[in-house]
């Protein structure tokens, strides 16, 4: 559900904190410009065709370097998305995107084009935005998931244990 979306221009300077209260999740996608987030003790920069996606109860400050277009939004994800938008671990982590394919980044403006317009309109409207956030959300997922460093397969791990221990009996029994 959407709880709150829009498309602002700020200028340089300008500083929003939140404490670890709030209750839903928040992202930000960036068309020009730079800020700067801070999470806990780490700050990064994020410039034009990124974008963040925060987990409830995160305190951020963001810091804006250049003067910048973001479309944002503040949402509760339905069950299927909420399940994406968990890390590989289950847990639900912030996480920073760059969409360096341009095909993805196209379908992500599109989305947001789509969510602004069916925004704050009559009821019928609202599930058109949900849809069109569900999309561009699902998008971010995916080029993150992408971005990712694939994880060892455990049977792998176990396959190679077993042939280390056949070799280590082997050699110990010469």
Known sequence: MIISAGKSTEQTGLRVERGAGFPHWTAGFILSGLTEITLGDQTREISARQAFILPPRTPYTLTLKKRQHEIWMIFDPNPHLLEVL???????VPFGILFANREIWSAVLGGLRDLL???NTEIPQ????ENAMNRVLLL??????QQL???PDDRIDRAVAHISKRLQEELSGE
């Open 86 to 92: 968990h890390s590989t671990k289950g847990e639900p």
């Open 117 to 119: 317009r069916w925004w």
């Open 126 to 129: 609202l599930r058109l935005a």
């Open 140 to 145: 971010a997922c995916w080029t993150r998931d």
């Open 149 to 151: 460093p694939s994880l």
